[in-house]
């Protein structure tokens, strides 16, 4: 940062390709790699060589309420006009593989209705690996499309120092 101010402050600033190729200088390597999938892409980071460096790691926080892991689709849903709407579907997420759109209007799953303020309730009858049968109505048709549900991911997490038995044990060759 230091030679970015150096050479480029002042009213025009850089580019992103001059702020690009001065990393490339200074860490003298190509980072092409990291350019692509860490600023470009929209992968999750791993943080984990960074952190190892200070004998930290992250941890999910488990309560009482996940110690049992619960069935997830991986949308997230609006209440709109009383109907259950998918507002946002994740990459990757059991939604995502079945082919859950935005806007699909959950219905049912496995032939009971799904209340638009229920949801939570109703995936709570299944275990994550379950194949559940979910009705959608899409552009007024209605389609039953096949879900695995997975296990919902940890929505919180802490950092936390590595217990030195544990690194002393991720450190042999």
Request: a neutral charge; hydrophobic letters at 40%.
């Amino acid at each position: 940062m230091r030679e970015a101010y150096r050479l480029y402050s002042g009213e025009r600033g850089f580019t992103p390709a001059e702020f690009r190729a001065l990393t490339e200088r200074v860490a003298g390597a190509d980072l092409g790699a990291f350019w692509r999938s860490a600023i470009e892409g929209t992968g999750e980071l791993d943080y984990s060589d960074a952190l190892n460096v200070f004998g930290l790691r992250f941890r999910p926080i488990v309560t009482p309420a996940t110690d049992r892991p619960r069935a997830w689709l991986g949308a997230t849903t609006r209440v709109d006009m009383g109907r259950l709407l998918i507002s946002h579907v994740r990459r990757h997420t059991p939604a995502f593989v079945a082919g859950l759109n935005v806007d699909d209007e959950l219905v049912a799953i496995d032939d009971v209705r799904v209340r638009a303020d229920r949801l939570d309730e109703r995936l709570e009858q299944y275990a994550p690996g379950n194949r559940v049968a979910v009705l959608v109505a899409r552009r007024d048709r209605m389609l039953s499309i096949d879900v695995t549900l997975a296990a919902e991911p940890a929505k919180s997490w802490r950092l936390e120092p590595v217990d030195q038995k544990e690194q002393a044990v991720d450190r042999r060759p």
